[in-house]
């Protein structure tokens, strides 16, 4: 009884403020899509477009966050905090690397990869914009990430929480002021929101870096000792990492073909969709609260040489994921007109985006299933597992189920969605058969 009080204890220290975070960063991308959406639906579409792009240019920081969080916290579990340090600082130099190439390419390409996309040249124009501004200062993104990561890893999720609720206040303070130009600052639009977000996220990565190098009660990093980009510890971010980005990479662009077919379909549609995932997101949250939690605590306890605890602790967390998302998308189908009446009044937009909301309602429990068992898996460095399984459910299903029944049978949105409820059937069933193999337990870091 001692010891399932415990891991309670354990999974609730680290849930909550993980979910306080995501739901602070998720409620920030709410507002900014409500002041954006004042500027009219090519503002919207533009910038839904432009996030999909960015998703797909980012997840090698995403990856990057993975692998280490993951050794991380085997480390710390392992008592190895002197190797737990080499990981971040190893992480955070391959990431600043990586930035410099993705800067370099929004910069260059933001309004002629928007316009690929099949964006009007009033939407290419506003999403490439945006997309520009966020890509080239892609740097203050990948050092966030990597910082929030390592202090999960090593158990501190407050931290990354508080950094969090603090610049989303400073975000929406400059959203408000650049978007719609007030106290004497031009009116910048979707240029101002990109300028706001860069903003914020440049003040939370100095936050969570003097955390880490000044604070850190379980791990600390000294600006001292070698920065050199070290072969063994490189081998193993990318093999843990390397998996994890390709699996980021493959449903970011999965996200970017799906929105493809519904930008062929009209701009009503695109906006309801943008709207749907936008209203929604708050929704998920939990899963990904949990699915931290279990990330940590799986990689944790296999690096305290105790796996039985390790399954434990990922059950516990997938019991109390699927209790949340289920009442979550009880609430979303009840309110689902409410929702997307908070974003637009047009009545197909109306109309389209209450039917999305009610396919995400549906399948609240399946991304539950999905996102904490996927989650545990890459705390034991099963990152090849999720990738798959990941890859299956997008580009074996969602993609050519949702271009046959939405474009090919003419069923419109419907049908698209269609394929988007395959997709996250498939990942959750494999997702659990993978984590019941127990194969995960086995896995050398």
């Known amino acids: 009884m001692d010891r399932k009080v415990s891991l309670n204890r354990q999974l609730l220290d680290l849930t909550w403020p993980s979910l306080v975070e995501n739901l602070l960063q998720t409620m920030l991308g709410v507002v900014d899509l409500m002041m954006v959406g004042r500027l009219g639906p090519d503002a919207i579409a533009g910038v839904g477009l432009a996030t999909q792009v960015m998703n797909v240019l980012l997840v090698t920081f995403m990856g990057l966050s993975v692998g280490n969080t993951a050794l991380v916290a085997r480390f710390v579990g392992a008592q190895r905090k002197d190797q737990a340090q080499r990981v971040a600082k190893q992480s955070l130099v391959l990431g600043g690397t990586v930035s410099i190439v993705v800067a370099t390419f929004g910069f260059l390409f933001s309004k002629e990869v928007i316009s690929l996309m099949g964006g009007s040249p009033q939407v290419s124009e506003q999403g490439g914009s945006f997309l520009r501004i966020i890509s080239t200062f892609s740097l203050v993104m990948a050092l966030g990430l990597i910082a929030s990561g390592t ?14 609720g603090f ?64 072969r063994d510890m490189l081998g193993k971010l990318l093999k843990i990492g390397g998996p994890a980005a390709l699996e980021q990479l493959t449903f970011s662009l999965g996200m970017t073909a799906f929105s493809i077919m519904v930008v062929s379909l009209g701009t009503a549609e695109l906006a309801a969709q943008q709207i749907a995932f936008n209203a929604a997101s708050i929704s998920i949250m939990p899963a990904f609260a949990f699915g931290v939690a279990a990330t ?87 990152t090849r597992g999720a990738m798959m399984v990941t890859v299956a459910g997008v580009w074996g299903l969602r993609l050519p189920v949702g271009w046959l029944l939405g474009l090919g049978l003419g069923l419109g949105l419907f049908g698209v969605w269609l394929g988007w409820a395959a997709d996250f059937i498939c990942r959750a069933t494999f997702m659990t058969l993978r984590y019941r193999s127990g194969k995960w337990k086995e896995i050398k870091v």
């Open 167 to 230: 610049i989303n206040f400073v975000n929406i303070g400059l959203d408000y002021v650049l978007i719609f130009g007030k106290f004497g600052f031009p009116a910048l639009g979707v240029r101002g929101s990109a300028i706001a977000t860069t903003s914020a996220r440049a003040i939370g990565a100095a936050m969570l870096f003097y955390v880490l190098f000044k604070r850190g009660s379980v791990l600390k990093l000294s600006w001292f000792g070698s920065w050199r980009p070290q």
């Open 296 to 382: 940590t605590l799986v990689g944790q306890n296999l690096g305290a040489r105790s796996p039985r605890r390790a399954e434990e602790s990922a059950l516990q967390a997938l019991r109390s994921g699927l209790v949340w998302m289920s009442t979550m998308g009880l609430l979303i189908i009840l309110f689902r007109r409410q929702l997307v009446g908070l974003y637009s009044q047009d009545p197909d937009v109306l109309r389209l985006g209450a039917m999305c909301l009610t396919f995400i309602g549906l399948a609240q429990p399946l991304q539950a299933m999905a996102i904490i068992l996927g989650s545990a898996l890459r705390g034991a460095g099963d």
């Open 151 to 164: 202090l999960r890893g090593s158990g501190d999720t407050r931290t990354p929480m508080l950094v969090t």
